[in-house]
């Protein structure tokens, strides 16, 4: 059983920081890739920011410069650390990672954490 738990959201002001963080846990081999999605109200689900194994990353146009993904690969964990957010960056926020088990790779997601923020 592998589960990932997304923590860190909540309501900030606009040009405010937040930071989530993401705990794999579980029978877990190996992790490559790590993921942040995010879906707001009547919106598809969008990536917002991939790391992979060797650090590599790649950014949402609409997030460059402003947000920043990274991990820690002895603790299995990814954190995005959010500023200068804005409002149109309200949504739920989910971790999506790439996981060796014992029987194989998978890909599991989170269950979400709400970011809101206020004009």
């Known amino acids: 059983q592998v589960q990932l738990v997304e923590s860190g959201g909540g309501l900030v002001q606009a040009g405010g920081s937040l930071r989530l963080s993401c705990a794999p846990s579980?029978?877990?081999?190996?992790?490559?890739?790590m993921d942040w999605y995010r879906q707001a109200p009547g919106k598809q689900r969008e990536l917002v920011a991939r790391?992979?194994?060797?650090?590599?990353?790649n950014y949402a146009d609409s997030v460059k410069g402003r947000f920043t993904i990274s991990r820690d690969n002895a603790k299995n964990m990814v954190y995005l650390q959010m500023n200068s957010l804005k409002p149109e960056d309200t949504a739920v926020y989910y971790c999506?990672?790439?996981?060796?088990?014992?029987?194989?790779?998978?890909?599991?997601w989170g269950q979400g954490t709400q970011v809101t923020v206020s004009s």
């Open positions: 790391i992979t194994n060797i650090g590599s990353t």
């Open positions: 579980g029978s877990i081999f190996s992790i490559s890739t």
């Open positions: 999506r990672a790439d996981i060796r088990t014992r029987e194989g790779w998978r890909s599991d």
